[in-house]
């Protein structure tokens, strides 16, 4: 009995994780767009410089994070800017995150209910159909505002002055479903965990984030 007991106590706790977790994760998409100088030889020991726009403290935030990703995809001699001499870089990567709202205006969800008569005159059909703009109508008009996510790495080699990769990663989420902590570190880390260093890619992809409470 008490067997019994502890495993239907255990069965129901699993069951509130499960129904916690799939409440506070969310499915989006994403795109990954990348081009790519073919020839060029990637050295994950050659020493790299992230940099951003100064005034830009958001991309200068996520800099850091990006300084995380990269080594863990085996780039075990990258920087930020400042901390080595820029002199010794042989590649820079710019990178910058920027956010805008879509326009609402051309994002509406909506249905309607209508009723019409059919006919054949001389084998073509023919409807006159009446559409009832009411009360159900109104109340099924949405409009969805939404936001537009992108994160961007310019990649240069210094000795060659020659630009060999750029990588933009987008995404497009529902206002306030989010914060935007949450999107760029995500979006940021897709992106690099996703580069493609011999060939040009372009793809959708789902992602996931944990919803805001």
Avoid at 41 to 66: C, E, H, M, R
Avoid at 112 to 133: E, K, Y
Wanted: net charge positive.
């Amino acid at each position: 009995m008490l067997r019994l007991f502890v495993f239907i106590k255990l069965s129901f706790f699993l069951f509130i994780m499960g129904f916690f977790v799939a409440c506070t994760n969310a499915n989006w998409k994403a795109e990954y767009y990348s081009t790519v100088l073919p020839t060029y030889d990637f050295d994950t020991n050659a020493p790299t410089i992230i940099v951003s726009d100064p005034w830009d403290l958001s991309s200068k935030y996520y800099a850091g994070q990006a300084l995380e990703a990269f080594k863990k995809r085996g780039f075990n001699n990258i920087y930020l800017q400042g901390q080595i001499d820029s002199s010794f870089a042989r590649n820079v990567i710019y990178v910058r995150v920027a956010k805008e709202r879509l326009d609402p205006a051309s994002n509406y969800q909506y249905t309607f209910n209508t009723t019409g008569i059919c006919n054949v005159i001389n084998g073509v059909p023919s409807c006159s159909i009446d559409t009832r703009n009411g009360e159900t109508t109104q109340k099924s008009l949405k409009r969805i505002i939404r936001d537009s996510y992108r994160v961007t790495f310019d990649w240069y080699d210094v000795y060659k002055k020659t630009r060999i990769l750029y990588v933009a990663g987008t995404a497009a989420v529902d206002s306030g479903q989010y914060t935007d902590l949450q999107v760029f570190t995500s979006l940021l880390n897709d992106t690099i965990s996703r580069m493609e260093f011999r060939r040009p890619v372009q793809y959708i992809y789902n992602g996931s984030l944990n919803a805001k409470h």
